[in-house]
């Protein structure tokens, strides 16, 4: 049974880090594109980063370039999203996904993890 779980989010004040995580259940990390979206109150989804399946690839939004790092551990089986100099529209629900390709209707989600940044 495939299984995402997102984790790390919280309070964090502007300027401040998180890194959140994504823990893949039933199938290999590596093997999969994984994508990150959010989604803000009353907004729409929107994609954050995607790295492709066969890691020769990684999509960044242009709100995140050079803010966020995505990364992925095959020995935890485990996604990662880095983000740093964080900022108050950065907050909002933060899912996982994962897909054989990146798109925006991505085969599996995890519950998301909610990242507010507020001083």
């Known amino acids: 049974q495939v299984q995402l779980v997102e984790s790390g989010g919280g309070l964090v004040q502007p300027g401040g880090s998180l890194r959140l995580s994504c823990t893949v259940s039933?199938?290999?990390?590596?093997?999969?594109?994984i994508g990150w979206f959010r989604q803000a109150p009353g907004k729409v989804r929107d994609a954050v980063s995607c790295?492709?399946?066969?890691?020769?690839?990684?999509y960044y939004a242009d709100s995140v370039k050079g803010r966020f790092t995505a990364s992925r551990d095959k020995i935890t089986n485990t996604a990662y999203l880095q983000m740093d100099s964080l900022r108050s529209e950065d907050s909002a629900v933060y899912y996982c996904?994962?897909?054989?390709?990146?798109?925006?209707?991505?085969?599996?989600w995890g519950k998301g993890t909610l990242v507010t940044v507020s001083s």
């Open positions: 996904a994962a897909d054989p390709a990146c798109t925006d209707g991505m085969d599996y």
């Open positions: 039933g199938f290999t990390v590596d093997y999969y594109a």
């Open positions: 790295i492709s399946a066969n890691s020769t690839s990684t």
